[in-house]
């Protein structure tokens, strides 16, 4: 027990661990900016609830495991210019079902059932939305955009480089330089107060039928399947202690508590682990690097925080996004076979045009309706 104890605080705090905490802000800036502008919640206690969740979870797995906006949740309540009630008692419900399944331990047989054929066809899916979304930032901001992917292609594979350091900070050189925000701004907020919400019984019931059922059955496929998936892939030699079942009961806590605070709803998910480990993250330093960061961040520069991420040049972020996108469409192809290819592009396509979860049961059907001639081939 105390060797385990150990080896789970060997947290590394690297110059690339570093690096890692700023990979998940791609996905991570515009849903932020969204509930902060349009939904209005308070900065302070997105980020503070941020923060204190990335660094819990770091100690708790050492694993670059950072937590994401629930994002069906998120698209409608920005379109729709939900309250900011409305999407803390929708995430609290949702926190409220997660411990529920997390705590009848029925998620780990779910999930140990589901093929490995299914789940590639959810990781390149995932990947073809997020190029998506990078390609209409690139688009809007080719310049940035080519310059970013260069620094990335030259830097990426040398460990010493901190990749997403780099491009943070040519984004902020460059709003300073262009004079759309002048460093006179750079201030100290006195501490902001936390607004505190009560989960409305009809917000609620509303919010959970219009987007809450929805997310849950998106968490079930990009979390407890695609997450834990890539785990093994990314970190095969590692023996962590992750499951579908204390998952769920992370996100049942996180967002039975957070929404008290002002905190949008959060889930973990396999886009954040493939961005922070693609530019470096490899241990939970990396999520306490950014918990850390976040809570400052929110106590005493949340107002000039959100002018920098309004600001911040839209090719840097798609440049960020594109590379994460990328490394989850080479990991659908691990253990690749021609066979199986036509169920995972489909299955893929199906995700992109309509959503992952449509994308996981036609991957998951048309495995079962040709389970014999994999049955056959694997003899």
């Known amino acids: 027990m105390i060797e385990n104890l150990k080896k789970n605080l060997s947290f590394k705090f690297t110059i690339n661990e570093l ?24 900065p302070a206690g997105i980020f ?54 997390g705590t009848t331990k029925i998620l780990n047989k779910i999930v140990r059932k589901v093929p490995k054929v299914a789940v590639r066809g959810i990781q390149l899916g ?48 460059f709003i300073f330089f262009s004079n759309q925000l002048d460093f006179n701004n750079l201030v100290f907020d006195s501490p902001i107060l936390f607004q505190f919400h009560l989960p409305d019984p009809e917000n609620l019931i509303i919010g959970m039928l219009v987007a809450g059922i929805g997310q849950i059955i998106l968490t079930l496929t990009n979390v407890m399947i695609a997450t834990i998936s890539l785990i093994q892939d990314l970190f095969p030699e590692e023996d962590h202690n992750i499951n579908a079942n204390n998952l769920a009961i992370n996100m049942g806590i996180i967002n ?33 690097f950014e918990g850390i960061l976040e809570i400052i961040l929110g106590f005493f520069f949340s107002n000039f925080l959100f002018e920098i991420f309004c600001l911040f040049p839209n090719g840097i ?24 290819f036509p169920i995972i592009l489909i299955s893929a396509l199906c995700c992109f045009f309509i959503n992952i979860t449509f994308g996981f049961v036609i991957g998951l059907f048309l495995f079962l309706s040709t389970k014999k001639l994999f049955t056959h081939n694997n003899e």
């Open 19 to 42: 690096s890692g905490a700023f990979g998940d802000w791609g996905t991570l800036v515009p849903f932020i900016i969204g509930y902060i502008s349009i939904v209005g919640l308070n």
């Open 256 to 288: 039975s508590v957070s929404p008290f605070l002002g905190g949008m709803p959060l889930c973990h998910g396999s886009g954040g682990l493939a961005a922070q480990y693609a530019f470096g993250a490899r241990t939970g330093g990396s999520m306490i």
């Open 317 to 340: 972020l798609g440049a960020m996004l594109i590379y994460t996108a990328f490394l989850l469409g080479k990991i659908s192809f691990t253990d690749f076979n021609w066979k199986s």
């Open 126 to 173: 995932l990947a073809l939305i997020l190029g998506w979304s990078a390609a209409l930032m690139l688009y809007n901001d080719y310049i940035f955009g080519i310059i970013s992917i260069i620094i990335i292609l030259i830097f990426i594979n040398r460990k010493k480089v901190p990749t997403a350091i780099i491009l943070v900070f040519l984004g902020i050189i």
């Open 48 to 101: 503070f609830c941020l923060g204190i969740t990335n660094i819990v979870l770091g100690i708790r797995y050492n694993l670059p495991l950072p937590v994401q906006p629930q994002k069906s949740i998120a698209t409608i309540a920005i379109s729709q210019k939900w309250s900011a009630n409305k999407v803390i008692s929708t995430g609290f419900g949702t926190g409220i079902v997660w411990i529920i399944l």
